[in-house]
């Protein structure tokens, strides 16, 4: 009964055979993708311009091919013979062969008449996308029918054969019962006896702890592997001996056998079932180690046995061995530390007290102005030097927290003043330019500790000349948003630097004690490493935080922010000659592109006292101009970006803060037409460069009601020794060094543009920036060379250029001949 069952199924999954099924059904779903692949390729070429080629046609042609091979199995294979009798799918079959036959003649055509009729096949094509989806919809649906037929015949077949296997089976399975029932508590036993020698085993096996197991008269009947590894035996030498012969140390076997005999009378066991406890043990080699042992009794069977955990501390017992040594040994050395700078710091404070005792004699004395300069900078660097030596004393003490800031009225304007007068010797050394400048409104009046925060920011700025060579320093100060105290303000400092920058990976250690980059530029300048360590205890002795932001060969950025209370101001009974007193300083903003330009306005207007924010070009000069509010606004004429005129416009228009503050206009060109376009957008006054702080003052009129210096050129007086006085020596050489640099930059550019093909804008500019500068340094002749050089340019006179650039070589050398050496001499 089951042969003939089983023949009966294996006939009917033979009818069913799903290879010939999915042919049928792929062939009749490929009909529709084929067609829509050939819909496709016309829609594309008619849709991109370079399809209707001869390659996009082909493509037309083979997907043709193809649609026309798919219908074609279906109209006469065999396999679709039953199903062409179907109205349903004979119908939408006859249309496409229509369709196919029609189009033929245009396919087999030459390409323009197939090109011509592309838009015909597509609309006719477009047309058949209802009969193909019938066409296989029908197919799909009559194979679906056939199979579900095969198969309600194949399961009616299947249930007989299930019926009788059921029976079979369950007669079976009676019998297996038996067999079970009879031999699972045997199998049961033996599983559960296997499993728990097998753990044993794998745990003995496994652990890092050496575990050896001994009768109660002390000889071992188990080692493990671990204990082979420490003990030095390997297990069929261990078993079998007594403990106390194989792994105690000599000296400690009487104590064992005590305690073996002792347990095995039945009397206390000291150690056994107590935790660890540490101990020395012996290796095969006789050394003696330390261990931590742990014993535990267990019965087995009707005996009693001992099974001992042992671990070697040998390593743990040195390392923390090392650890004390090494403590004693930073304890003496942070001793020794502290004694040396002790005798050192009074070595050195006893002369530098008796040098500044005889400056501050010499300072009664007749001096001449600059000697009473060179004696203040001598005389802060002195101070500084000695607030140094008190500072590294002092560290300690601000480790254990028992150093307090003291507190003054402080003025951070005159304070920053101090510290670039004192570096600015150092900086001139390096080829720096050092400068310091508020950003946003000044407020300079604060309780703070004076020297603290003189240190802070001699060591930060001291750090950055050292690591900047030819490039500039700036001290920034700015006041943030307050802290929750009503009349506390967070001051933030920033020292700016275009140096060498520091690497990521230093830039965690640049605060440690003794820390100095290992470059190249650091081994020549030398350092200590202390003076940053100092600044971070300082700062955090007042409460403030220290950071710092760099990029490798780019420049770095210490920022400190310290939280700082407003002050009053201080009358003073002396101020310097031409500033002016506190209510008459002016809050400025100079918008100036040309550095040396900016860096004599600054320095001019900060030594009478004033507020000066800058902006190097318009388009910032309007952004400040909005946003802040000035007592007026110093704007040069021709700046990248925006130019000064249309900066102006920008701000009468902008209706920001400042939007009806005097501007005064700042140009080289003194010609009536340009003076009438600086009225015409708006400007209030006028000054000529070369500038003079008498022409800034009077100019400042606008602002302060004492009258404008109307539109006139200004008097042409001789600049270059009223320059090199109002700025001091350091300065004066600083920019012309910077000058000279520019300008024979610029002739070597002059000499190699090729005037008939570049695009000069760059030129111009840079004529334009120099021209700014010349006049400042008797170099008048230069400036309207470059002046005509620049109008040339623009009017793309190119012929007439050689013969100005011929002149301005010449008028440089002459101008170069008079200039003093930069080097200061």
């Known amino acids: 009964m089951t042969v003939v069952l089983g023949r009966q199924v294996f006939d009917d999954l033979e009818q069913q055979s799903s290879a010939r099924s999915d042919n049928v059904q792929w062939t009749l779903t490929q009909v529709e993708v084929e067609y829509l692949s050939f819909l496709n390729t016309i829609e594309h070429a008619g849709h991109e311009p370079d399809a209707t080629d001869a390659g996009g046609l082909a493509g037309i042609r083979r997907e043709f091919d193809v649609f026309y091979s798919r219908v074609y199995t279906l109209e006469n294979a065999s396999l679709f013979a039953n199903l062409r009798t179907s109205g349903r799918f004979s119908e939408p079959l006859a249309t496409l062969s229509a369709f196919l036959d029609e189009t033929v003649p245009y396919i087999d055509a030459d390409d323009a008449t197939l090109l011509r009729q592309l838009d015909d096949i597509l609309e006719n094509a477009e047309a058949l996308k209802a009969d193909v989806r019938s066409l296989s919809v029908s197919g799909l649906r009559y194979f679906a029918e056939l199979s579900d037929k095969r198969r309600a015949d194949t399961a009616r077949t299947l249930t007989q054969l299930a019926a009788f296997s059921g029976l079979l089976l369950l007669a079976l399975l009676m019998a297996a019962v038996y067999l079970l029932l009879v031999n699972s508590r045997i199998r049961r036993s033996s599983v559960a006896l296997r499993e728990t020698n097998h753990r044993i085993t794998t745990v003995l096996e496994t652990s890092l702890d050496a575990v050896i197991v001994a009768d109660m008269s002390g000889t071992i009947v188990a080692f493990n592997p671990a204990a082979e590894t420490i003990f030095g035996y390997p297990e069929d030498q261990a078993v079998g001996r007594s403990v106390g012969d194989l792994i105690v140390p000599p000296d400690l076997r009487e104590a064992h056998e005590a305690g073996m005999e002792r347990m095995q009378r039945g009397g206390d066991k000291h150690v056994v079932g107590q935790g660890r406890v540490q101990l020395q043990a012996m290796r095969a080699s006789g050394e003696v180690f330390p261990v931590e042992l742990a014993l535990e009794s267990a ?288 809050q400025l903003l100079v918008v100036e592109d040309n550095e040396i330009n900016l860096m004599v306005i600054q320095k001019m207007l900060e030594k009478d006292g004033h507020a000066v924010t800058v902006a190097r070009d318009g388009r910032s000069g309007v952004d400040l101009a909005a946003a802040n509010t000035f007592d007026a606004v110093l704007m040069d004429i021709s700046m990248p970006v925006m130019d000064g005129l249309t900066a102006t416009r920008h701000i009468r228009e902008g209706g920001g803060l400042s939007a009806q503050a005097p501007i005064i206009a700042v140009s080289a060109n003194v010609l009536p037409d340009a003076v009438e376009r600086f009225r015409a957008v708006g400007m209030n006054a006028f000054v000529s460069k070369p500038i003079d702080i008498a022409s800034l003052r009077k100019a400042l009129g606008v602002a302060t009601g004492a009258g404008a210096p109307g539109f006139g050129p200004g008097e042409e007086v001789s600049r270059l020794q009223e320059l090199r006085t109002d700025l001091g020596d350091a300065a004066f050489f600083r920019l012309l060094g910077t000058f000279i640099k520019e300008t024979d930059a610029l002739m070597e550019q002059l000499r190699t543009a090729a005037w008939h093909h570049d695009d000069q804008t760059e030129l111009k500019m840079e004529c334009h920036r120099i021209a700014g500068s010349a006049p400042i340094f008797d170099a008048d002749e230069l400036r309207g060379v470059l002046i005509a050089i620049e109008t040339a340019i623009d009017k793309a006179e190119h012929d007439g250029v050689a013969v100005l650039v011929h002149r301005a070589r010449g008028a440089w050398a002459a101008a170069r001949k008079r200039l003093p050496d930069p080097e200061g001499s």
């Open 299 to 586: 019965q087995d069977g009707e005996q009693e046995i001992v099974i001992s955990f042992i671990r070697d501390i040998s390593r743990q017992v040195a390392d923390e061995k090392e650890l004390i040594d090494a403590r004693d040994k930073a304890l003496a050395g942070q001793k020794a530390k502290e004694d040396f700078l002790t005798v050192m710091s009074h070595e050195i404070r006893t002369p530098l007290n008796g040098m500044l005792g005889n400056l501050n004699l010499l300072e009664n004395t007749r001096l001449s102005k600059n000697q009473k300069q060179f004696l203040r900078n001598m005389a802060i660097s002195g101070e500084v030097m000695l607030n140094h030596v008190n500072s590294v004393l002092d560290i300690s003490r601000f480790e254990a927290g028992k150093l307090k800031p003291a507190e003054e009225t402080l003025n951070i304007s005159e304070l920053l003043q101090d510290v670039v007068d004192s570096q600015s010797s150092y900086a001139a050394q390096n080829g720096n330019v050092l400068r310091w400048t508020w950003v946003g409104d000044a407020h300079p009046w604060v309780r703070a500790d004076t020297q603290r925060m003189r240190q802070i920011l001699l060591n930060l700025v001291g750090n950055a000349i050292k690591f900047t060579q030819s490039g500039q320093v700036t001290i920034e100060a700015e006041v943030t948003d307050g802290t929750d105290k009503p009349c506390e303000d967070v001051y933030e400092f920033r020292v700016i630097d275009t140096g060498i920058g520091i690497a990521e990976e230093n830039i965690d250690a640049v605060f440690e004690d003794f820390h100095t980059l290992d470059t190249a530029l650091n081994r020549t300048s030398g350092g200590t490493g202390l003076g940053l360590g100092i600044a971070r205890r300082m700062v955090s002795s007042m409460n403030g935080e220290i950071g710092v932001e760099s990029e490798p060969g780019e420049g770095s950025v210490f920022w400190i922010r310290l939280p700082l209370e407003a002050a009053e101001p201080e009358v003073l009974s002396e101020t310097r000659e031409g500033a002016v007193d506190d209510e008459a300083a002016l």
